[in-house]
């Protein structure tokens, strides 16, 4: 009964694209796996591709447009985040480095150097800034 024992102790890790519990990952593990700037640019990707009229990319992708706040705030962020606040997701941006400006007609447009339309692979280079933590 030992041997059962130990050799149920020693079942191995799942290799290749196996996970847990037997099942594959879902489109919502892999959002949730993704950094902060990672799902954001997906975020944006899928606005413009599907709802332009909710978020896009500018002319010439080098910023994010949000036309939509509320829509945005209640259909898409609670897909890639934790949550549905706009606030919080303008919080994390800035703590990011982006710059944020209004674009007129309740609009607002977000830039980073380094988050460019269809530029997943400089994303990696956008890191949170030192002044995350509250001050006294």
Not at 59 to 76: H, I, P, Q, T
Not at 91 to 112: D, I, M, P
């Amino acid at each position: 009964m030992s041997n059962a024992k130990a050799t149920a102790a020693v079942a191995p890790a799942p290799v290749g694209g196996e996970e847990k519990r037997g099942r594959r990952p879902s489109s919502h593990d892999v959002i949730m796996a993704e950094t902060f700037p990672s799902k954001a640019h997906l975020l944006v990707e899928h606005c413009d591709e599907n709802r332009p009229d909710v978020a896009c990319w500018n002319d010439d992708g080098s910023a994010f447009v949000v036309r939509d706040v509320k829509e945005l705030s209640s259909a898409f962020l609670p897909q890639y985040f934790r949550h549905s606040n706009f606030q919080s997701f303008v919080r994390q941006l800035n703590l990011y480095g982006f710059r944020s400006f209004k674009s007129g007609e309740g609009k607002v447009t977000f830039c980073h150097d380094r988050f460019k339309k269809g530029r997943r692979d400089i994303l990696g280079d956008i890191k949170r800034g030192k002044n995350g933590k509250k001050k006294k």
